[in-house]
């Protein structure tokens, strides 16, 4: 079946009734440490799971991920006519909110409209998976990445109870991120900020939720004013060149002295990687700025989508502003 109760299971673990099913490795020990560690009662945490459904369409969708396509087929997908048009008008109706964004943070705006519109088409597609059957669903029955769900899932509930919000109404995508900038739990509490000064650190709320973008990538070491990719023309075989962990080991001086040259102005010693994106045989050059961007999406296609929207947003932007 699709949808699979996990009641019994977790009113068995909670009156301390035996070990759980085979098919739910590990969610008795989970409840236990929940209880023990973060003090929470047994009996509503029960509760709480008894409606929780394990989602068959979670498992498929997270196991056919978009990042998993070659760049032609990926980029279609978030820098097409719509959404730099929809981004556009998001950032003319945003102007004043996003200024103050990038005056605390030091973030370009272009790349927080941008981010925004590839999680969520600029917050209308903020998913329609409750986050508590998507967490629990692939810290159980997820394999490959159970560990990493089950501490989101433990971030979660510590979120819930540290905000006040229902766990079990909250909605957002197959792999439990929230609101227009998709944040799962852990980034939620270690990032999210009360930029509109209300007491609330509320993702729904779009000043916060830029805010809290902007945090991110300030955190995550964003550099005022630095450049993201350009491309390159390379003279002679760029393979041992390639640096797909992005370390930015070489400088662009270094590079260009290897045979890469920038089609952009860049300063020598600004850190620089060659990366080849799937599916391409050009390869691209990289800086601090594209590495902060995989911090929040740890695809390259990711990051190059993020940066060739917001360039093209920035663009159609300055082209209104001519007529």
């Not at 088409?121 to 159980?140: E, I, K, N, Q």
């Not at 509320?202 to 955190?219: C, K, M, T």
């Not at 911090?295 to 502003?321: D, F, I, K, T």
């Amino acid at each position: 079946m699709a949808r699979r109760s996990l009641a019994a299971v977790l009113l068995l673990a909670a009156a301390g009734a035996g070990a759980a099913p085979a098919e739910f490795p590990g969610l008795e020990t989970f409840l236990e440490r929940m209880v023990r560690e973060h003090g929470f009662d047994r009996d509503r945490l029960a509760a709480l799971f008894a409606g929780v459904r394990l989602e068959q369409r979670i498992l498929d969708a997270i196991a056919r991920p978009a990042e998993a396509r070659p760049w032609r087929d990926y980029r279609p997908i978030f820098v097409n006519e719509a959404r730099i048009e929809e981004g556009a008008r998001f950032w003319a109706a945003n102007r004043g909110l996003l200024g103050e964004v990038e005056a605390r943070y030091g973030v370009d705006p272009a790349v927080v409209v941008a981010i925004l519109g590839v999680e969520t088409r600029y917050g209308r597609h903020r998913g329609g998976y409750r986050v508590l059957d998507a967490l629990s669903t692939l810290a159980f029955a997820w394999p490959p990445r159970a560990a990493f769900f089950r501490r989101e899932l433990e971030q979660f509930l510590l979120l819930a109870r540290e905000t006040g919000i229902d766990p079990a109404a909250v909605t957002g995508s197959y792999a439990g991120a929230m609101g227009p900038p998709q944040f799962i739990p852990s980034s939620y509490r270690r990032y999210a900020v009360d930029f509109d000064g209300d007491g609330d650190r509320d993702l729904w709320s779009l000043p916060d939720a830029l805010g809290s973008i902007g945090n991110y990538l300030a955190r995550h070491g964003w550099r005022r004013g630095g450049p993201v990719a350009m491309p390159v023309r390379v003279t002679g075989d760029f393979a041992s060149l390639l640096d797909p962990d992005l370390h930015l080991a070489r400088s662009a001086g270094a590079l260009r002295r290897a045979g890469v040259e920038p089609l952009g102005a860049v300063d020598d010693d600004e850190p620089a990687a060659l990366i080849l994106l799937a599916g391409e045989a050009q390869p691209v050059l990289v800086f601090t700025n594209f590495r902060v961007i995989t911090r929040y999406n740890r695809s390259p296609l990711y990051a190059m989508a993020v940066h060739e929207l917001a360039e093209a947003v920035r663009g159609r932007l300055q082209r209104q502003a001519r007529r």
